[in-house]
């Protein structure tokens, strides 16, 4: 059974960079079915999804993020990687990994498989 | 502000029939995206429990079902029980510049 498991700093200072990586378990991260990505949930506020990656390497990202963020894939590694730089406060969330189905002709089944979530603050 | 908007809370007694809403706009929903919905339960993990507008993913509960028409979308619960109570997210793909795949603000279901 696939499993995600999310990796990186706990605690980040304002201005830095942040980098996580999420380690892909159980299952093949090579598959032009799946696309991996990355979600965040501020404290009390619901979700935002940051950007996701393709097996190609063809990435996506939120427009409000997206002159600070990379994600990037490692399929000798199976895992894949967020990097958001310049972070503030505002930045302070847990971070989500997970996997996006997609069927025949492209249709989106969602986000089947989900990590635990880890846990970043930006403080100095 | 999300772009998917869900009423903030709902509540029911144990055995009834709650519905969360979910709505869009032309970019998202009522351009034809499918809509996903996930439970999650405190401290934990988001799990998809219905995709693509009406499918449940294998091991959960026929108690739950979803639906969509035009701009909106919703999600059913039958027979609600106690551990049915957890946050839920809508979402979809939006093709406007609010982020592609977006997410509803999240609706707590409380189990009176």
């Known amino acids: 059974q696939l499993q995600l498991q999310e990796s990186g700093p706990g605690l980040v200072k304002p201005s830095e960079t942040l980098s996580l990586t ?7 991260i090579s598959s ?10 501020t404290p009390g506020k619901g979700l ?28 000798s590694k199976t895992q894949f ?7 503030t406060a505002a930045d302070t969330a847990v971070y989500f990994c997970a996997r996006q189905i997609f069927g025949d002709n492209a249709v989106d089944y969602g986000m089947d498989v989900w990590g635990q979530g880890t846990t970043v603050t930006v403080s100095s | 502000q999300s772009v998917l908007t869900q009423p903030p809370s709902v509540s ?3 055995g009834q029939r709650i519905t969360i809403s979910c709505t869009g706009s032309s970019s998202n929903i009522g ?3 499918d809509v996903h919905w996930y439970q999650q339960l405190p401290g934990a993990a988001p799990k998809l429990v219905i995709y693509g507008n009406s499918n449940r993913p294998s091991g959960v509960p026929d108690r739950f079902s979803g639906s969509k028409s035009g701009t909106s979308a919703s999600l059913a ?20 510049l609010s982020g592609l795949w977006v997410f509803g603000g999240g609706t707590k279901v409380t189990v009176l």
């Not at chain 1, 032009?32 to 949930?41: A, K, N």
């Not at chain 1, 935002?48 to 063809?58: D, L, Q, V």
């Not at chain 1, 990687?81 to 972070?87: C, K, M």
């Not at chain 2, 619960?77 to 406007?96: N, V």
């Open chain 1, 22 to 28: 999420c380690s892909v378990s159980g299952g093949s």
């Open chain 1, 32 to 41: 032009s079915s799946f696309h991996w990505g990355w979600i965040r949930q």
């Open chain 1, 48 to 75: 935002e999804w940051i950007g996701s990656i393709s097996y190609s390497g063809t990435t996506y990202y939120t427009p409000s993020l997206k002159s600070r963020v990379t994600v990037s894939v490692d399929t």
């Open chain 1, 81 to 87: 990687s967020l990097r958001l730089s310049a972070v």
């Open chain 2, 12 to 14: 029911g007694a144990p």
């Open chain 2, 31 to 33: 351009a034809g995206y």
């Open chain 2, 77 to 96: 619960i039958t027979g609600l029980q106690a551990e049915d109570e957890a946050d839920y997210y809508c979402q979809s793909y939006d093709s406007s």
